[in-house]
């Protein structure tokens, strides 16, 4: 039940971070919606990645398990969408868009990859 | 930047139901099937992405309350965003890999992107039919 809990303040909380930074994006550097997902899915990609290795069993940091679940299920669930990755795609091909489709896709998963093992790199050195 | 203060809450509270609906979603088909490959995600992801596809058609089909903002606030930046996951897709797919799994790691990629797209689509086309 707290686990449950934990899990959807973090997902609120990370829900409404995606939301608003969006229009902060464009303020500061008018990217458009697109940019927005990418850029919470890689955020989100490296914070989980980070939090997971850092209070890990072999972590530096001890963390109770509700913790542990509202900033990785919760938080970083709630900030990345897998949702909008896909209709963003689905999108731009059915407008025929293929190629940009392809990039757009292809990008998004590539840097939250690249992202989330950033982030266990630099937990791997912190844990040190 | 204006902010919205209702669009705001109508984002967190979806949020909130997405979140503890894949936790216990994803949690229950991982339990059922196994931890060896993370099917929970991947069942989370795709049958969300089913489900944006599926507004998105009837929004575009129908119109009405379903077209508005604060649904689309409410169910597709909240529920359905806090539904699906990005984060654990990428841990997940980075355990496999760095455990060995290099194979499941990027079938995990490809099926999990394909199959996404796809439910997107079904999920827009069934929508639009049925509506139609």
Do not use: H
Not at chain 1, 25 to 49: C, E, K, R, Y
Not at chain 1, 59 to 64: E, P
Not at chain 1, 103 to 114: D, I, K, P, T
Not at chain 2, 109 to 126: D, E, H, M, P, W
């Amino acid at each position: 039940m707290m686990l449950y809990l934990a899990v959807g303040c973090g997902a609120a909380i990370g829900a409404l971070t995606r939301y608003l930074s969006a229009p902060m994006l464009m303020a500061l550097f008018g990217l458009g919606p697109l940019w927005a997902t990418g850029f919470v899915n890689v955020a989100g990609s490296f914070i989980i990645g980070l939090f997971a290795t850092v209070t890990g069993p072999d972590g530096r940091w001890l963390v109770k398990p509700a913790t542990r679940q509202f900033v990785m299920s919760g938080f970083c669930g709630g900030l990345t969408t897998f949702s909008a990755m896909s209709l963003d795609t689905f999108t731009l091909a059915a407008d025929g868009n293929w190629a940009a489709a392809g990039v757009y896709l292809g990008l998004s998963v590539a840097l939250s990859l690249a992202a989330v093992w950033l982030g266990r790199i630099l937990a791997l050195r912190i844990n040190r | 930047m204006v902010l919205d203060l209702a669009a705001c809450m109508l984002v967190f509270a979806g949020g909130f139901l997405g979140g503890i609906l894949r936790f216990a979603i994803s949690g229950i088909v991982a339990r059922r099937i196994g931890e060896t490959f993370p099917w929970g995600t991947l069942v989370v992801n795709v049958t969300g992405d089913m489900v944006i596809g599926g507004l998105a058609g009837a929004a575009a089909t129908a119109g009405g309350a379903l077209a508005t903002a604060a649904f689309r606030e409410f169910a597709v930046v909240g529920i359905l965003g806090g539904y699906t996951t990005v984060s654990s897709f990428a841990l997940q797919t980075l355990s496999l890999a760095v455990d060995g799994e290099q194979l499941r790691a990027a079938l995990n990629v490809v099926v999990s992107t394909a199959l996404g797209v796809a439910a997107v689509g079904i999920g827009f086309v069934l929508s639009a039919q049925l509506l139609a």
